[in-house]
Structure formats: structure tokens, C-alpha cells
């Protein structure tokens, strides 16, 4: 039971699915300044929707994983689970996501949570085999999920804050790739993925990133102007966004060691939980 637990919980890459799932709480959070139980159902409902997706990615890329370390020992690439049970499984999810999310959040929510999930598995995995800034227009999926917490709390779609909160999700994928791809390049090209690598250098690529971590920490400054309440959290966002350009620069600038892209890839992430928590302890008082 303890292995099957293990499997289910790889297949659904629980650990960024619940990040997913914590980015829709910030879109709810957002328009509601209120927590309540349909929070956590819609929630929940894209929580199994992303879960089911990263199932079916599995599927997809079962062959690749083989040829890569970091990820030859994943369920289907180990043979832990057979591709029949691995797609049942995903199926289950992505049903009851989809019910859950439409009764708890609306037509809208499970349209752009549908939505999410062709293009992560219809067109984002499919393009990465083939280009190499596949990346950029896969960043999209990473912005829908707080659009979905807004939608569902009630808000219009197209609302400048809401819009501001995905852009600023979207900029995060984009460096937070290139952070992974400075640790595990040769291991992608083995895979037969074309990457940045094989056309830059570890230093110039590093430059690259850095300009994107650094537009992250100004886009995130759009959220309050947006929202119309830039003097209420405007210096409370800018001042981890001024640590993660310092912190950055000393990583990505110094030699190139994995140790300091793993303390940039860590500084990122956290900046953008700081951010999430400072943005929803606002709302809430």
C-alpha cells in the first residue's frame, strides 16, 4: 500500500500540484479577501485537474525519462506501473477535478482548467521535443490557475490585477526552467530535447536568466498599481524582490558551480511563496 501511495503521489507531481493549487488560492484570495470552504473545493478540484495532467505526462514521456537520471527512476520509466493502469489513474483525476471544479467554481474555472490541461499535454510537451524556447509559451499554464481562483471567487477574467498576478506567474516559469536547465542540460540533450545549452554557454545563459529573474521582481510591483492599492503593499513587495536581484547576481555572476544555480533556483521559489503570502495576508486584513 506504502509503494502504491508513493506511485500515485509521483505520477501526480504532488509537490508542484499543490503549488498549482496554492497559486489558485491567490487568484480566490485576490478578488474574495475572505477565505471560505468553496475556496478549498476549487482548490482541491485543480489540485486532481493538474495532478491528472502530470498522470498523463507521464504517459507521454515515459521513453525519455528513461534516458535521463533525474528522472529514469519515475514510475512508467521504472516499470513500477503499467501505462493501462497510469492512464485509469490520470482519467479519474482529471474526471473528478473537472466535476469538482465546475460545481465549486463555475463554467469559466473549468473551462480555463480544461484549457490548462491541453495545452500542457497537447501542445507544450509535444513542442519542447522540437524547440527550444518551447518554455516561453509553455509558461502560459502557469498563469491560468489564479486566474481560475479569481474567476471562481467571482471576478472577470480580464480585470488588470487578475491580469497582473498571471503575468507575474508567467515570468517566474520562464527562469525557473532555465534554473533547472543550467543544472540538467547534458542530461536533456542525452534525452534528445533540443535546449539553450547547446546554443549558449553556462555563463551566458546564467545572464539571460538573470534578466528574467530580475523582470519577475518588477512585474510582481505591477499587482498593487493594478489593483489600485500601490500604497498599501508596494514597498512590502519590493523589498524581497530587491533580495532575490541581489542574491541572484551573486549566484548567477560568480563562477558557474550547481551549487549556487541550486541557491538561485531555491531564492526564486521562495520569493514567489513570499510573495503569494504577502499579497494574501493584505486581502485578509
Known amino acids: 500500500m506504502k509503494e502504491k501511495i508513493q506511485i500515485a503521489l509521483e505520477l501526480g507531481k504532488v509537490r508542484i500540484t499543490f503549488f498549482v493549487a496554492f497559486s489558485t ?37 515515459k521513453e525519455t525519462d528513461k534516458l535521463m537520471k533525474r528522472t529514469k527512476n519515475r514510475p512508467l520509466a521504472a516499470e513500477k506501473i503499467s501505462v493501462r493502469s497510469a492512464l485509469f489513474f490520470s482519467m479519474i483525476l482529471l474526471i473528478s477535478g473537472s466535476v469538482l471544479t465546475f460545481f465549486s467554481g463555475g463554467l469559466t474555472a473549468l473551462f480555463l482548467g480544461l484549457t490548462a490541461f491541453i495545452w500542457y499535454n497537447l501542445i507544450y510537451t509535444p513542442l519542447k521535443k522540437r524547440n527550444a524556447l518551447a518554455v516561453i509559451p509553455g509558461s502560459v499554464i502557469g498563469a491560468i490557475p489564479p486566474v481560475i481562483g479569481w474567476s471562481a471567487a467571482g471576478g472577470y477574467i480580464l480585470d488588470a490585477e487578475i491580469l497582473a498576478l498571471a503575468l507575474f506567474f508567467f515570468i517566474w516559469q520562464i527562469p525557473h ?88 533556483f531555491l531564492a526564486i521559489n521562495l520569493y514567489v511563496l513570499s510573495v503569494v503570502i504577502i499579497l494574501s495576508v493584505d486581502k485578509l486584513i
Not at 471560505?36 to 498523463?56: D, Q, T
Not at 540538467?184 to 551566458?204: C, D, M, V, W
Open 25 to 61: 488560492s491567490a487568484g480566490y484570495l485576490l478578488y474574495s479577501s475572505s477565505f471560505s470552504l468553496e475556496m478549498l473545493w476549487v482548490c482541491l478540484g485543480v489540485f486532481l485537474l493538474a495532478s491528472g495532467s502530470s498522470a498523463v505526462n507521464h504517459i507521454q514521456e
Open 177 to 264: 526552467f532555465w534554473l533547472l536547465l543550467l543544472l540538467y542540460g547534458k542530461e536533456y540533450q542525452e534525452a534528445g530535447f533540443p535546449t539553450l545549452t547547446s546554443i549558449f554557454n553556462h555563463r551566458q545563459l546564467s545572464r539571460i536568466t538573470f534578466i528574467w529573474i530580475a523582470a519577475l521582481a518588477f512585474s510582481c510591483l505591477l499587482i498593487p498599481f493594478a489593483g489600485g492599492r500601490e500604497e498599501l503593499n508596494l514597498i512590502a513587495l519590493a523589498i524581497p524582490g530587491i533580495w532575490l536581484i541581489v542574491s541572484s547576481a551573486k549566484t548567477l555572476f560568480s563562477i558557474f558551480d550547481r551549487k549556487n544555480i541550486r541557491k538561485a
